[in-house]
């Protein structure tokens, strides 16, 4: 098993993503090797600060980098020699099974849709994020901003991801799936959720248990959220200002404790070829660690292969 | 003045409504007076058990109401004699200059647009709320569930007035409006906060300061947060739960105090033909006694009838 590791992206990088990786091959078994992508007179510096055996790791040079401002589609297409560019060739040609990168989100979704390609089936891949249950846990919201706009067949869609990554990934049994909403009626809704909260209901696909609120994020009502990458977006940059608060506010507790990023990993693109996650701008050690332990649990379950057969 | 009052709509009404009332009455100067709709023979043993002089309100007795989980439209048709009925037709015929009620929101946003209607000119009412912001004060987010689906000249008329009211009941000098999206940037966004962009860059009926993010909803970036009523809503119950959560948890902070909706009253609906305002379901006296308060100063700044001149 290769995971592959952008070492340029993040507010961090390189140093934050190498203390990471190094931090996550602790936790990995001999044949789980990490291939460092970046420029590896960065990363070897911090290898021997840290008295790390450069062996542990494969490495890939790459010279060029794409800052975190850039235009997504430009940056893919004109810098070809970027980590972010160069980890997807690796990942598309089989070299690494799957491509983890805390840099620019734009540019890692376009890569992945690129590269790898959407899964045939699926009409748009999405953006998933874990949020901690008040119960304990966590569960799934998506998409948090892949697609802004999106049809009642794409929520449902979204549904399906969802419930394959909670299964295998957080593994939940028989998750409850429900679509973010302003009322628990059917008959409630804009009219996306209006049209899609019928497809839902008669999927076989998911255990469908309704809609959910606002104020059901946190709760035990649902293990995965649907919602347009609009609302959903809104929604987790809600969630994390309120998390930063908490935080200002010298507030200690458990369950707000859990709206760490770091203790997640990254938010995984679902829908595409291959794992791909894409990290939080600021990560630190501790979240990258966290990032390629999920690399290893998408390719461990063989969740994309699940997805594939289920859009069969 | 007089302000219309629903006894009957509320979870602890009709008692908590008329301590609201008393307490509202002590703030209230002579020709200030307060109208009570709803089943007298209920009001009176309260204000008895308070040893309130009755002649202070002025009565309106009526024997039907309607329930938090009626049908809005249904029952506003079908109880004519309901409190929220009787309250909009005492409204439409000028012999109350404001309503408010802790009841069905649904039956009051419908009685609303068929009482007092529409004021000419604006496409869809809305229903805003005040959220409280980090350096103090408060703002204004709109709508909160008026309207799942808004139209990008929709979304501009909201923005009008967002405006009006911050100016002239918020007492904000030049309020800043804002878009919620999901991204600074003018070309972010799903389709219909796009194609809002340029209209509100382009008006010239407010200050308008750009996209805001999820993460912006308490600070100082914006005084008006304009959406539509799916993202409103989902965001305002969110906020709500976070509230809740921050007192379950044992939090004690001035900001978080802040977010008890009691301070500020209810929710306005603005376009309409009246100061309408409605109040959360679980309304105690304190709530009860600033939706008195900001009934008279909708009333006093003429809030009404800037709208109808701003759409001229």
Redesign the interface.
């Known amino acids: 098993m290769k995971i592959g590791l952008d070492i340029m992206g993040g507010d961090y990088a390189p140093k934050a993503i190498v203390l990471g990786a190094i931090a996550a091959h602790e936790a990995l078994s001999a044949g789980e090797r990490l291939v460092l992508i970046g420029d590896t007179s960065l990363i070897k510096p911090v290898l021997a600060e840290q008295g790390f055996n450069p062996d542990h790791f494969e490495y890939v040079h790459t010279e060029e980098a794409i800052g975190m401002g850039e235009h997504p589609t430009k940056a893919i297409v004109q810098k070809p020699n970027s980590s972010i560019a160069v980890g997807f060739q690796l990942l598309k040609e089989g070299k690494i099974d799957s491509f983890a990168s805390a840099g620019n989100s734009g540019a890692m979704l376009v890569g992945a849709v690129f590269s790898v390609k959407t899964i045939p089936g699926i009409i748009r891949p999405c953006l998933s994020t874990l949020v901690p249950k008040?119960k304990g846990g966590a569960g799934l919201l998506l998409d948090v901003?892949a697609n802004?706009?999106c049809k009642p067949d794409t929520l449902l869609q979204f549904g399906i991801l969802g419930n394959l990554y909670a299964e295998n990934i957080l593994q939940i049994a028989n998750p409850r799936v429900a679509l973010?909403n302003?009322g628990e009626e059917e008959e409630k809704?804009?009219?996306v959720?209006m049209a899609t909260f019928p497809l839902m209901r008669d999927t076989r696909f998911f255990n469908f248990v309704g809609n959910v609120?606002?104020?059901?994020?946190?709760?035990d009502k649902a293990d995965v959220i649907v919602c347009?990458?609009?609302?959903g977006?809104?929604?987790?940059?809600?969630?994390?200002?309120?998390y930063?608060?908490?935080l200002k506010?010298g507030?200690k507790?458990e369950?707000?404790d859990r709206f760490n990023y770091e203790k997640y990993g990254g938010s995984p693109i679902l829908g595409v070829n291959a794992p791909v996650i894409i990290g939080h701008g600021i990560s630190s050690p501790e979240a990258v660690k966290n990032m390629v332990l999920q690399s290893k649990d998408m390719i461990e379950t063989q969740l994309v292969e699940k997805i594939k057969k289920a859009f069969k």
Request: proline residues 0%; glycine residues 10%.
């Open positions: 008040l901003g802004a706009d973010m302003i809704g804009n009219m959720a609120e606002g104020r059901d994020l946190f709760n347009d990458g609009f609302t977006n809104i929604v987790l940059k809600m969630a994390e200002s309120f930063i608060l908490t506010k507030f507790d369950f707000f």
